[in-house]
């Protein structure tokens, strides 16, 4: 009688721990089957965003494209007043609010480098009063001069409209002075006019740019730096 008592025991643990395990596994197989659905989700909205950034970057390569174009025009057209001494186109093309600034080098010294407002533009060439543009490199004089013959030393002193090297936002070769363009300019575009040399003798020691730099206001982009660079000491 004992023994049957056990063996009804016995089986009855037994079918409880088989609807147990049963039990487990369907849960388990629809856990399972609930996570493989997350996961197909999470990879669909995966592809989705990286179709969606894919297409944001080509939009963003398109506008910056488009955004060149519109300077590098700007900027030729800005060499050639400069190289006609054309001040009143020249003007035409200055920040409205910001006016212009004229550094002699690429170390730009917000202290002493000269601003004019885009009313004293179209005088500069006609003015006879000696400025101070800042310091000449490796001496420290103060260079005093009026603006036609800072024009010829620190501006147009090459055919830079004939440069063989124009780029975007790039530097092209760099002296031992420091460039703090992107500091001074935080949100400027800078096209820049480079003669990598000019006699093969100094080899390549004789290089010279000219910088313009644009910073956009409204829809429009304005010149708000002209910046010459040559090596310095």
Do not use: C
């Not at 409880?16 to 669909?44: C, H, R």
Request: negative net charge; proline residues 3%; without cysteine.
């Amino acid at each position: 009688m004992e023994k049957g008592r056990t063996v009804k025991l016995s089986v009855a643990v037994i079918i409880t721990l088989l609807a147990v395990f049963i039990s487990s596994s369907v849960v388990y197989f629809m856990q399972q089957q609930t996570f493989q659905s997350s996961i197909q989700g999470l990879k669909a909205q995966n592809e989705q965003l990286t179709l969606e950034v894919n297409s944001l970057k080509k939009d963003s390569s398109g506008l910056n494209n488009e955004r060149r174009v519109v300077i590098q025009e700007k900027a030729d057209r800005i060499l050639l007043a400069m190289k006609n001494k054309d001040m009143n186109a020249l003007g035409s093309f200055v920040h409205p609010q910001k006016g212009l600034r004229f550094s002699p080098y690429t170390n730009i010294n917000t202290s002493t480098d000269l601003i004019f407002p885009v009313a004293g533009i179209s005088s500069l060439f006609s003015d006879n009063t000696i400025y101070n543009w800042g310091k000449y490199d490796g001496s420290g004089n103060p260079i005093d001069l009026i603006f036609n013959d800072y024009y010829a030393k620190f501006i147009y002193d090459k055919d830079f409209l004939a440069a063989p090297q124009i780029s975007y936002n790039e530097v092209l070769q760099r002296g031992n002075m420091i460039n703090n363009i992107a500091t001074v300019y935080p949100q400027g575009v800078t096209i820049e006019y480079h003669f990598p040399g000019f006699e093969e003798q100094y080899k390549g020691m004789d290089w010279e740019s000219l910088k313009l730099v644009f910073e956009q206001s409204g829809t429009d982009w304005y010149l708000v730096g002209i910046i010459h660079e040559q090596w310095t000491i």
